[in-house]
């Protein structure tokens, strides 16, 4: 375990994602890890970029690399799906095929393919923190309902790291360390639609109609995400669903970071709590402004 | 009379036979050596790529159909399909292929193409999407989600704008639209490096 | 040291092959060069060699010329090698006085530059006639064959060798590790494509297998070791003990009546944990041996010492059972061995995306085999694990085949049995049924009829692999059923079919042991793990180790009628062997010098045969004739030099090199 990581946030947890960054920066404070960012990151190109050009795709990831090893860093906290899935693409393909490493020939990230690991803190919780350590942390019980971990696909697919491609638990398992009820449901990896939301509208929505529907149907009371995309897209439109198909989900849509973060006593503004868009009702409930701690270990 | 009037309008009789002269297998083959498409002739068009597709649905062709008109050197047909378009990339095809072959990457290769053979509908806003995600990270180093989307927007549809004004107004009471472009120090440094690799 | 013995007297005849070689390489120029060699006497060319007239001119030659050393310069020695010693031999001629030269395959069909073809070959003859002269006279050893045979296994393969060979009048131990025997198929309800009743034809054989007089059967035991070499195999056989004595039980069961347990808990193998069992038991009605088993894991009075043995007492003055049994050690020799230790199906937790282990009404085929059986846990009704009737049934065709994830062969018998299953589960239950394959392979006999009677039986055929078994629901048609969507490729739409139960149709693996198992008879296994075969076309029974065959799935899936075929051909290997009553050992055998010998063991262990062995009180290595294949390792590793061979004695060699390097 590291006492400093590398953290490259990515665009989205700068804007939409706002949240995140703020209940991970909270949680890992908590748990005295520290995330150093990336000096003048770049943006990771996401699915856009290597739907133009292949080597300038990689190379948006190469550079980044570069500037992580030079700072001397071992490990890089990635929080975004597609930023972490662009980063591990790079260093896979850029050792299976040597015309991609022949793009990057050269420069600092040549060396950095092998030296830095990509890490998402869903696995550096369950891998370096350990689920002994966090509930040894925790203040405060759950009081919200069942939850369903919503895991996405560029977490797991297609590489298999952070967690298993087909039904995956860590999520589950690092919420439930702290009491959280989690359900099982067979959609935990099934696409959002990612951008899809803001070209082909109606498709997208319909992806997380689904999602919500299937969560909702398996008696879940809010979905927990890992990907700043996903948690936009399956909170943005629950209105606008409403008004298609009369049904109403009102249901909370949280990062993981979020309610670890609560469970071990950071407060809702620090936890970005406040930004949610749907199922505010329920966020107000399970964690109120003002709160008693709860000793759980006496 | 009128029934039958309109089974003819809206049933598509154009002549729909493919000569094999119009295969391109060269093209084929070129396709099949790019990093990530190895696997391509080795595919057996069982339909789990399709079947697992959560797009597919709304695909004109389909994973498994774009590989086989790939294969047979339908050039034209895959490069100008909507299907490689709608692919959201969640790999759900590649890691079910009994073949293992990286579909996704079939397919990112040839929106690349596509891309470059200007063999998309001009107003489509995928890929208008992606060019102008390309061209701001190529000018700023990062990307702004509120320029990213109004700049497509005005591209394909601006009245889209209109009725995504509700979802912005909700983004903005939560504090997540930065109105902002954010640019990194070292633009420069990006650029030629993004020079001396580009394909285009 | 060899030394050119005495009077050299070499016959030199060039084949033309037909075109195949005067084509390319100049026959007559080569015919006249050889002439002009030393200690070459006669030297012709002839249009086939290895026709009747073309050996009858070299034995003649032989005789007339009293010719001592021939070299044939024609095709592979893979080919007529065998012939050229035979002419040799019929010239009253040591076969061994032979050098083939290969101007075929190495010369004239690799090349179109003839005056290059030519020279090569003037220079390979030229090698041959000096190393022929170095040829000794060798003789063949005979190794004789021990008329008994082992079969491993006592599946329909094991049976029906066994069977064939007892019959022939020969001594057969049949082992096998279950407590009975029977296999796979005891556990099938009816064989395709006649749907004839499994147990109804495997039973009487079963029986047979008891009666026969030829044949010890020993069950719940295993093979651990085997020493030798063909025709002389010293195995020992591992036998656990059963807690009931074979020659005192009477078959009456009434100790399982007995038992303390009056419900049954522990889960059936037999019936795929759908059923249980006692902790003794049989497993199942037309076991044989009808003797029950003890299990010690599951016992009473072996885990806690506190039972009142109520079978004890039931089986009275018969004292049957012995709870003081030991594990006991048989060895035997045998001359031949045939291995026919089945398959192990593909375990369907392997691909989670279908469900199984997770949704309780998604089933593997060998599950399904015992629910539509007549004496299986449900006596033949197909129930859910809910007690429901299925009114609509997926089956999923290629579960853990043609994947590179999993498995990347064929099974082969899914489809067939897919079929079977889809009319057994149609007529128990009138249930709408799918089947969902990526190709139909139906080619045996009566297997594309069979597929044309479910197609006219209304069972819907699918063509796609289904991606995923889910229980998310989209509406209420789908609630509280699974969910199987799938890409229908031919009608060309994306399918959602909700059912209430799923059939895994699971591939075929080689056992879970199989590494350990080849190892132990000295054979090797394929890439897929199943073990291998001397030649896929040629010689599908053999293996690379004289005297062990193979038969049935051990060697590769297939069906009921190959499996006995090939049980069939491998007891008439072993038949061959043992009628012949010897087989002859290699002439190129390696043998150590013991004088020069030193004993430092590096080429024992390099012996991919294991033919090397150590003599402890001389501490010198020793070469076994009749295992040694000619491989030449260990005359290669020894560093004293002290170990040789025969047909490649270093002499020899050095000659032919000479002969290549100097221009005559």
């Known amino acids: 375990m590291a006492a400093t990581y590398g953290y490259f946030p990515g665009c989205s947890l700068k804007g939409t994602g706002a949240a995140y960054e703020e209940s991970l920066l909270t949680l890992f404070r908590l748990l005295d890890l520290s995330l150093q960012e990336l000096k003048d990151w770049n943006c990771c190109g996401a699915t856009s970029y ?210 670890l973060g609560w469970a071990l006593g950071g407060d809702a503004k620090s936890l970005g709590l406040g930004r949610a868009i749907s199922g505010c009702g329920s966020i107000k409930e399970w964690f109120p402004k003002r709160t008693q701690e709860v000793e759980v270990h006496a | 009379m009128k029934k039958l009037k309109a089974f003819w309008l809206s049933s598509d009789m154009r002549r729909k036979m493919k000569f094999q002269r119009e295969a391109d297998l060269q093209w084929a083959q070129q396709v099949a050596e790019r990093p990530g498409c190895e696997g391509l002739f080795s595919c057996l068009q069982c339909g789990t790529c399709s079947g697992t597709c959560p797009l597919s649905i709304y695909m004109d062709f389909g994973p498994r159909k774009i590989i086989s008109l790939v294969r047979e050197g339908f050039r034209e047909e895959a490069l100008s399909s909507q299907t490689i378009w709608l692919c959201a990339s969640c790999y759900s095809c590649a890691v079910h292929c009994p073949r293992q072959i990286h579909i996704t990457d079939v397919m990112y290769s040839l929106k690349r193409e596509a891309i470059q053979q200007k063999l998309y509908p001009k107003r489509f806003p995928i890929p208008v999407l992606a060019q102008e995600f390309y061209k701001m990270v190529r000018r700023y180093g990062r990307s702004s989600e509120f320029w990213l989307v109004l700049r497509m927007a005005l591209r394909t549809n601006p009245f889209q704008l209109l009725t995504m004004s509700g979802t912005g107004w909700q983004l903005m009471r939560t504090g997540r639209l930065r109105l902002g472009q954010d640019k990194i120090e070292n633009v420069k440094e990006l650029q030629s490096q993004m020079a001396g690799r580009e394909v285009r | 040291m060899l030394k050119a013995n005495g009077d050299i007297r070499i016959g030199v005849y060039v084949c033309h092959c037909g075109t195949n070689i005067a084509a390319v390489v100049d026959v007559k120029a080569l015919a006249a060069y050889s002439a002009t060699l030393p200690n070459v006497v006669v030297s012709r060319e002839y249009k086939y060699l290895c026709s009747d007239p073309g050996q009858d001119m070299i034995k003649q030659d032989i005789l007339d010329l009293k010719l001592n050393r021939v070299v044939v310069a024609s095709c592979s020695p893979h080919l007529h090698e065998q012939t050229f010693r035979n002419a040799l031999a019929s010239g009253d001629l040591n076969p061994f006085f032979l050098q083939m030269v290969n101007i075929r395959e190495q010369d004239s069909w690799v090349t179109t530059d003839k005056p290059a073809a030519t020279q090569k070959a003037q220079d390979l003859v030229r090698a041959a006639a000096r190393r022929v002269a170095f040829n000794e006279s060798l003789e063949r050893g005979r190794i004789p064959i021990n008329p008994a045979v082992m079969v491993v296994g006592g599946g329909i393969a094991g049976i029906h060798a066994a069977l064939t060979l007892a019959n022939a009048g020969k001594k057969v131990y049949l082992v096998e590790r279950e407590p009975t025997i029977g ?343 394929a890439s897929g793990g199943f073990f291998l075969e001397r030649h896929p076309k040629l010689a599908p029974v053999s293996t690379f180790t004289d005297g062990v065959f193979l038969a049935g799935c051990c060697q590769g899936p297939k069906d009921i009628p190959d499996t006995v075929a090939q049980a069939g051909a491998a007891a008439a290997e072993a038949l061959a062997l043992i009628d012949a009553g010897f087989v002859l050992t290699e002439p190129n055998a390696a043998y150590v010098l013991e004088e020069v010998c030193s004993g430092c063991k590096t080429c024992v262990p390099m012996c991919p045969f294991s033919a090397v062995e150590f003599l402890l009180e001389e501490k010198k290595a020793r070469v076994n004739p009749a295992m040694c294949k000619g491989c030449g390792t260990c005359v290669a590793a020894c560093p004293s030099g002290s170990i040789h061979q025969h047909l490649f004695e270093d002499q020899q060699i050095f000659e032919e090199i000479e002969g290549i390097l100097t221009n005559a």
Not at chain 3, 194 to 212: E, F, G, Q, R
Not at chain 3, 254 to 270: G, H, I, M, Q, T
Not at chain 3, 454 to 476: I, K, S, Y
């Open chain 3, 183 to 525: 296999g796979h198929m005891a556990q099938f309800d009816k064989t395709f494509p006649t749907l004839d009743c499994a147990a109804c034809i495997l039973t009487p054989k079963m029986s047979s297998v008891k009666n026969h007089k030829n044949i010890t059967l020993w069950t719940y035991s295993e093979v651990t070791r085997v020493d030798g070499y063909v025709g002389n195999y010293k195995v020992k056989v591992k036998r656990l003990p059963r807690y009931v004595q074979e020659d005192l039980c009477s078959g009456c069961l009434e100790c399982l009546k007995s038992c303390v347990f009056k419900e049954a808990k522990v889960p059936d193998e037999f019936n795929m944990g759908l059923a249980k069992r006692k902790p003794i038991y049989i497993p199942f009605p037309q076991a044989v041996p009808l003797v029950p088993v003890i299990d010690p894991e599951t016992c009473i009075q072996f885990k806690s010492g506190k039972c009142k043995k109520t079978c004890i007492e039931a089986c009275g003055d018969r004292h049957a059972i012995n709870l003081q049994m030991l594990e006991t050690t048989e060895e035997v020799e045998v001359g031949n061995i045939i291995l026919a230790t089945g398959f192990k199906a593909f375990d369907a937790k392997r691909t989670p995306d279908y469900g199984y282990g997770l949704y309780p009404n998604v089933y593997t085929a060998l599950e399904v085999e015992r629910l539509v059986n007549a004496s299986g846990p449900t006596g033949g009704e197909v129930v859910l694990r809910d007690g429901r009737t299925p009114q609509t049934v997926g089956i999923v065709h290629c579960v853990g085949s043609r994947d590179e994830n999993t498995n990347r062969w064929c099974s082969r018998v899914c489809c067939m049995y897919s079929l079977k299953l889809a009319h057994l589960i149609k007529e128990h239950t009138g249930a709408e049924v799918f089947n969902f394959y990526i190709d139909m392979r139906t080619p045996g006999k009566g297997f594309e009829e069979f597929y044309q009677k479910l197609l006219n039986e209304r069972v819907h055929f699918v063509r796609g692999r289904v991606a995923e078994v889910t229980d998310w629901a989209m509406d209420p048609s789908e609630e509280n059923k699974l969910v199987i969507r799938v890409e229908d490729t031919l009608a060309g739409l994306v399918r959602r079919i909700p059912v209430d139960m799923v059939v895994l149709s699971t591939g075929l693996e080689p056992q879970a042991d199989a590494e350990q198992v080849r190892r132990m008879f000295n054979i090797t296994c």
């Open chain 1, 50 to 259: 290597m739907s133009i050009d292949e080597n300038s795709a990689f190379g948006l990831s190469a550079r980044n690399l570069g500037i992580a090893h030079e700072a001397g860093h071992r490990d890089l906290v990635t929080p975004c799906s597609a930023c972490y899935l662009v980063l591990r693409k790079t260093q896979d393909y850029a050792a299976k095929y040597p015309q991609i490493a022949k793009s990057i020939e050269g420069s600092p990230a040549a060396a950095a393919l092998d030296a830095v690991k990509i890490r998402h803190p869903m696995e550096l919780l369950y891998n370096d923190v350990g689920m002994a350590r966090i509930k040894s942390k925790m203040v405060r019980k759950w009081k919200g309902g069942p939850v369903a971990c919503y895991y996405g696909c560029q977490l797991v697919r297609p590489f298999a790291e952070a967690d298993r491609a087909h039904d995956p638990t860590r999520m589950d398992e690092l919420l439930r360390a702290v009491g959280v009820p989690t359900v099982d449901w067979a959609l935990k990896t099934k696409c959002c639609g990612g951008s899809l939301t803001g070209t082909i509208h109606e498709v997208g929505v319909r992806l997380n109609y689904i999602l919500l529907k299937e969560a909702a149907r398996k008696g879940a009371k809010a979905i927990v995400t890992i990907c700043p995309l996903c948690q936009y897209n399956l909170d943005a439109y629950q209105a606008e669903i409403r008004k298609e198909t009369g049904e109403a989900f009102d249901m909370p849509v949280l990062y993981f970071t979020q309610i």
